[in-house]
């Protein structure tokens, strides 16, 4: 199984100030017939079920804005939250679809307002 | 828009077996895509149990396959989940889900408890 590892566990940032969230893959998500990664992105509020924000490792999902961005490749990967809003308070998850259907996430990383 | 709903019921003696049922509308089973189920224990992270193809193929988290069973009914355009021998560590919120690799579409979400 691919072991997918974030951090940090959880992180406080001032309103306007960038958020940056890690993930790693115990092995390369990325595909090389096609050039992707596939790794996944998603944002959990309280009491909501997750929302995709980025698929392929960098493509923002339609509405989602765009102070939201994802990078890397192979088996590092970030989540990039530029000018955080209050509304951002949440739990944010990677996800990898290499292996896919078998999936794996990773552990989490609460992002809170300082 | 895919939009998905679970029910089932929301209490499971220990020992028992958890069943749950996604209702898929907005989108024919049939047409593809894998359909499965994530579970999210309480103040813990997303685990993904189980996958199904329209064609009835199935795809299990290797820690849980032993006691899980999932199922299409495409005439109903719906899935289902089956954890048999239930304890407390089961207790979640248990999502269905649409997936397209990544988990695309979610159900808004069941909690299952287990207790006696």
């Known amino acids: 199984d691919i072991v997918m590892t974030q951090s940090p566990d959880s992180l406080a940032v001032s309103l306007g100030e960038r958020a940056t969230i890690n993930c790693k893959s115990s092995q390369s998500l990325l595909y090389s017939s096609n050039s992707k990664n596939y790794l996944a992105w998603f944002q959990q509020k309280p009491g909501q079920p997750p929302k995709l924000l980025i698929s392929?490792?960098?493509t923002r999902e339609s509405g989602v804005p765009d102070r939201f961005s994802g990078s890397g490749s192979g088996t590092d990967f970030t989540l990039t939250i530029n000018s955080l809003q209050a509304e951002d308070v949440a739990v944010y998850y990677c996800?990898?679809?290499?292996?896919?259907?078998?999936?794996?996430f990773g552990g989490g990383t609460k992002v809170e307002i300082k | 828009q895919v939009q998905l709903q679970e029910s089932g019921p929301g209490l499971v003696k220990p020992s028992e077996t958890l069943s749950l049922t996604c209702a898929v509308s907005g989108y024919s089973i049939s047409s593809g895509n894998y359909w499965g189920w994530i579970r999210q224990p309480p103040g813990k992270g997303l685990e993904w149990i189980a996958n199904?193809?329209?064609?009835?193929?199935?795809y299990y988290n290797t820690s849980l396959k032993s006691r899980v069973t999932i199922s299409v009914d495409t005439s109903k355009n719906q899935f289902s989940l089956k954890l048999s021998s239930v304890t407390a560590a089961d207790t979640a919120v248990y999502y269905c889900?649409?997936?397209?690799?990544?988990?695309?579409?979610w159900g808004q979400g069941t909690l299952v408890t287990v207790s006696s």
């Open positions: 199904i193809y329209h064609s009835g193929s199935t």
């Open positions: 996800q990898q679809y290499y292996n896919t259907p078998a999936l794996t």
């Open positions: 392929w490792a960098s």
């Open positions: 889900a649409s997936f397209e690799g990544y988990a695309a579409y």
